[in-house]
């Protein structure tokens, strides 16, 4: 597996995306694609829905403290992924700049096979679309969720 250059090191990354936010997911028939694997737009929508939880689990609020916009996406796809497949969607933040953070994804199937990965960066924005820092209590439960994330 050629490993993407915003990994550092596989084993110890790895572990890490386990100590993340996690959601489970069953692949359905509709987001395949004629060839019957998974349509390559679904991951990121399984990082959209692991991301948000990872946003409530930290107290960050949608309707009060902001919006959040996605600045950049990337999805590395490491093997096919087929219909029904159950898949473990972990989230993890390892940077968070002052208006920023840049999250990595990893999902694993049952038999904790690795079947793509992602990243994303995220910055909040106000209602006028211009960024704005992250308050200092939210980056402390981020610091206290995820001990390794880089603030």
Not at 107 to 122: I, K, P, V, Y
Request: net charge negative.
């Amino acid at each position: 597996m050629r490993v993407p250059a915003y990994i550092s090191e596989l084993e110890s990354w790895l572990e890490q995306m386990k100590h993340g936010t996690r959601l489970d997911v069953a692949v359905r028939f509709a987001e395949t694609d004629a060839y019957g694997h998974m349509n390559n737009r679904v991951p990121f929508i399984y990082f959209e829905d692991v991301r948000t939880l990872m946003l409530e689990e930290t107290g960050y609020s949608l309707a009060e403290d902001g919006i959040i916009v996605v600045a950049d996406a990337q999805c590395n796809y490491i093997r096919q992924v087929y219909p029904r497949t159950r898949l473990a969607v972990y989230a993890y933040p390892v940077y968070v700049g002052s208006a920023s953070c840049d999250v990595h994804y990893a999902a694993f199937d049952e038999q904790g096979e690795l079947m793509f990965t992602g990243r994303t960066s995220m910055v909040q924005i106000n209602r006028a679309g211009k960024a704005f820092p992250w308050s200092d209590a939210y980056k402390n439960s981020l610091q206290n969720r995820f001990e390794s994330v880089i603030i």
